[in-house]
């Protein structure tokens, strides 16, 4: 099988393609035969070497979906389509950067779809992620304002939909003008252009953010919720995972709650997760992809998500 392996940290060009044998599925394990995989931009902190415990050579890659080829436990029969993400895929062990992988049925989720590939790759994290900030973490509720900073990221694209279809008020922000109407033409009420200081531009303080930035911008979006108010922090688009010299007294405001949301600690079962489909195909909502590309090309992908000018999630079919 055609497989992409990296062998020591860098730039988008430290990947290389291999062969390698199919591997063998042991007991509480399954080999899927992976049809498409959307990029994340944890892969890209993988591949730069900033992701701790994980050791090289490795194939990447934290989500897939495909066709089930072999589960010994006789429970998912052969081309059964599943799903898969995190659970610590592409870092504890071989992720989805490869035309076969076997990975652990517990992070398997089956489903049925008449989706192209393409669309349904994009779906896993992207879904568990924005499934697990917007109910688990923030606990949304109809007629709350959401912040959302970092609009036009994958996640939080997917936000924007799946807050207003749950009747919420939503505002987006962009760093870039140019995309205040693509925001806009994806559900969202409001756009502000990110300087980098909100508080005293947006209307009012808010009920909930969804933080996607990062620890860059973290209290200033905690100083725009209002008292009770819940600020997630889940994306890092910036390469800062830590805050120097965190004092949480004078960080947080009063009364305002911050939470973390980790697509591997919170997940939707099954059933919700193929109710979300039922959607997508459907039209409640829409997938707004990148560009998509073969596994050859797995470099020219990453080199788009450093850019970050995908405008989508990038999509790469085997």
């Avoid at 959307?38 to 990447?60: A, C, D, I, Q, W």
């Avoid at 960080?251 to 919170?266: H, M, R, W």
Wanted: hydrophobic share 40%; aromatic share 6%; proline share 6%.
């Amino acid at each position: 099988m055609k497989a992409i392996i990296i062998y020591e940290p860098g730039g988008p060009e430290q990947f290389k393609l291999a062969e390698y044998p199919i591997p063998v599925p042991a007991s509480g394990e399954v080999l899927v035969r992976i049809k498409a995989r959307g990029l994340n931009r944890s892969e890209l902190m993988t591949r730069k070497g900033y992701s701790p415990g994980v050791h090289f050579p490795r194939v990447l890659g934290i989500e897939c979906v495909g066709e089930v080829v072999t589960d010994p436990s006789g429970k998912l029969q052969p081309g059964q389509q599943v799903a898969a993400c995190m659970g610590e895929m592409g870092r504890a062990y071989d992720g989805s950067y490869a035309e076969y992988a076997v990975l652990p049925a517990g992070i398997l989720q089956p489903f049925t779809s008449h989706l192209p590939w393409k669309i349904l790759g994009a779906l896993p994290e992207m879904y568990q992620t924005v499934y697990g900030s917007l109910f688990a973490a923030l606990d949304i509720r109809q007629g709350e304002t959401l912040l959302i900073r970092g609009g036009t990221s994958s996640i939080g694209l997917l936000a924007i939909q799946m807050a207003k279809n749950a009747g919420l008020k939503v505002i987006a922000t962009t760093r870039n003008p140019a995309k205040e109407n693509f925001l806009l033409s994806n559900g969202c009420d409001q756009v502000l252009i990110d300087d980098g200081h909100l508080q005293q531009r947006i209307p009012a303080a808010v009920d909930k953010v969804l933080e996607l930035i990062g620890t860059n911008t973290l209290k200033d979006s905690l100083a725009c919720a209002r008292r009770g108010g819940t600020v997630c922090m889940t994306g890092i688009l910036s390469e800062s995972w830590s805050i120097p010299s965190f004092t949480p007294m004078e960080f947080i405001p009063p009364a305002v709650k911050l939470t973390v949301c980790n697509s591997g600690e919170i997940k939707s079962d099954a059933a919700t997760f193929s109710a979300f489909i039922r959607d997508v195909e459907q039209g409640k909502i829409k997938i707004i992809t990148g560009p998509v590309f073969q596994l050859d090309q797995i470099s020219q992908a990453h080199q788009l998500m450093d850019d970050n000018q995908a405008m989508g999630k990038i999509v790469v079919v085997s």
